[in-house]
């Protein structure tokens, strides 16, 4: 889990309906992913989850810009936007091989996309940073789903003291955007239990981690938002499968952006480590 401090830059600006006129012209709907993340060491070491990731980037329309919503950027209190041009890679990990922190992904940022993004979170005070880059929750499977990104690549933190209801509609505002050419990704897990995972090659998932990511995985094709905003309420694996909701909270983001007509496709279903589930799903 990573934190940052408050940024300095963003309140006073002054936004229009302009700004998002100018910079993001109409386009068609974009997709929407959730994309199950795992072990930092995938950004080095091909597997059919890596595989998986470059073709479903392939898959991808071109968008205008990538935002990225992933659970190693927390911000309690507010919301924070990434603003600078261009995006350092932030190594938000320790323990692993060199090779891991010489891992590169260049990439630009776009000032009037931050402030579009802004503009629509307005209501809860959205923070523009400067400080913050990308970190491997984001460039670990952008380096497969978009490996020389064309457009900006930004992201937005989670305000972990924000109850799940209240989180799920803050990512909701953004949803118009995606007709304006934004591509919306979360990353995280919704199985993320660490402490338990097993680290032996090949190793079977718990019984209880495969039943919450089956009974999830349901519940996601069903629509059925209030459960899965009240997961402690309404499964008893969910307090082994999601110890803390961190990196349940970016399947969050990505659900409050589906459009009521909307099916998801399901890719990567495996639970990893024992304790880690890949699930992901895209917009069909």
């Known amino acids: ?4 401090t408050p ?4 309140p006073g600006v002054a936004y229009s309906v302009a700004d998002l006129e100018s910079r993001l012209s109409p386009s068609e709907r974009m997709p929407v992913l959730f994309v199950g993340h795992g072990n930092p060491m995938h950004a080095i070491r091909e597997s059919d989850y890596t595989r998986t990731w470059e073709h479903e980037g392939r898959r991808l329309p071109q968008a205008q810009a990538i935002v990225v919503i ?6 309690p209190g507010r919301t924070h936007i990434t603003d600078a041009p261009r995006n350092r890679v932030i190594y938000d990990f320790g323990g692993f091989p060199d090779e891991l922190y010489r891992v590169r992904y260049d990439s630009v940022g776009d000032h009037a996309v931050a402030q579009v993004l802004a503009h629509q979170l307005v209501e809860y005070e959205a923070a523009l940073d400067a400080q913050w880059g990308l970190d491997h929750g984001t460039w670990s499977i952008l380096k497969y789903l ?3 990104p064309q457009v900006p690549v930004l992201q937005i933190s989670i305000d972990d003291t924000l109850p799940l209801p209240r989180l799920h509609d803050l990512y909701a505002r953004l949803r118009r955007l995606r007709h304006q050419g934004v591509l919306f990704i979360g990353s995280g ?11 032996e090659p090949g190793a079977e998932a718990w019984d209880w981690a ?40 970016p399947m969050v983001a990505s659900l409050s952006l589906l459009e009521d007509d909307e099916e998801i496709r399901f890719f990567n279903t495996s639970v990893d480590m024992g304790s880690i589930g890949m699930r992901s799903f895209v917009t069909a």
């Open 146 to 148: 978009a490996p020389e």
């Open 189 to 199: 897990n919704i199985v993320h239990a660490l402490g338990r995972a097993r680290w």
């Open 1 to 4: 889990m990573t934190t940052s």
């Open 7 to 10: 940024s300095t830059s963003g």
């Open 70 to 75: 992933s659970a190693h950027w927390l911000t």
């Open 210 to 249: 495969e039943q919450f990511d089956a009974d999830t995985a349901e519940a996601l094709v069903e629509r059925r938002v209030d459960a899965l905003l009240d997961p402690y309420g309404t499964w008893r694996e969910a307090r082994l499968a999601v110890p803390t909701d961190d990196h349940y909270r």
